[in-house]
């Protein structure tokens, strides 16, 4: 059985005090639940983050890491000083970096390798524009992403990988892909992964929809039968809100 998980991508949102306040209030209302709970916040939140989390099942995930181990890149965080600080997770090749930041497969396989080498669970997201979904580009689009990042990434690495497909015209903009679709398209990154592996490692692979994921939509999402997970921004802000995903 799958470990269904829910994370939410506060992208660059929230002071300190906001995201402190935010998992005081949701804690209480998400400690009965199964679900794997995860709050990915900008950098300078984490440290508080991790601190206000201790003792609860929230876990504290980071948007972005570098795949080297230190050096002359400015602006720039490693695995270990998300490591150094307690964040368990980290999201890897999220649409907003492919498009604004030059994030590439390559780099996103760097990560991928990096991270899973210290111990943090990446989140690898995949997912097509809206112009390659009209051009029935969807399923090719989300495979190259998918064999590129995991490339050289072994059998037993796999499995500690969560992907995230997320449609980029359904995300922020208010359109979810239907549960159907959705479903649709991560049985196939699914096949994919026992193309790469095997049934075994591919039935193991966690992966979470994200787009437009709220309230309203959550537990329809979460019904269908390959879908683990939701990566949810704007919904994800609102602790009332974030409280009903966890617990769709
Ligand atoms: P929205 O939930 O705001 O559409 O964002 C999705 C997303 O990009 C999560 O990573």
């Given amino acids: 059985m799958r470990k269904p998980i829910i994370a939410g991508n506060w992208k660059m949102h929230k002071s300190i005090a906001d995201g402190v306040a935010f998992i005081n209030e949701i804690k209480g209302q998400v400690a009965d639940t199964d679900v794997e709970t995860l709050v990915c916040a900008p950098y300078t ?5 991790v601190e206000v989390a201790k003792g609860t099942n929230i876990k504290i995930g980071a948007q972005n890491m570098h795949f080297e181990d230190k050096g002359a890149f400015t602006g720039e965080v490693s695995a270990d000083m998300l490591k150094e600080i307690g964040v368990t997770h980290v999201i890897i090749g999220h649409s907003e970096r492919r498009q604004f ?15 899973l080498a210290k111990g943090l669970t990446p989140i690898v997201c995949c997912g097509e524009t809206l112009e390659q979904r009209e051009a029935d580009e969807t399923k090719t689009v989300c495979k190259t992403q998918i064999v590129k990042a995991f490339e050289n990434i072994s059998a037993e690495d796999a499995p500690k990988v969560v992907i995230a497909y997320e449609p980029i015209w359904a995300i922020g903009t208010g359109k979810t892909a239907s549960s159907q679709d959705a479903n649709d398209v991560i049985a196939y990154i699914r096949e994919v992964l026992v193309g790469l592996y ?4 591919s039935e193991e692979v966690r992966i979470q929809y994200g787009g437009s994921v709220k309230p309203s939509n959550v537990e329809e999402i979460m019904n269908e039968a390959d879908i683990d997970g939701a990566l949810v921004g704007g919904a994800s802000l609102e602790a009332s809100d974030f409280v009903q995903l966890v617990n769709f």
């Avoid at 939140?45 to 983050?49: E, G, K, P, R, T």
């Avoid at 095997?198 to 490692?201: K, M, N, R």
């Fill in 45 to 49: 939140l984490l440290a508080s983050l």
């Fill in 101 to 115: 930041f030059a994030e590439t497969d390559e780099t996103v396989n760097k990560k991928t390798h990096k991270a």
């Fill in 198 to 201: 095997s049934d075994a490692v």
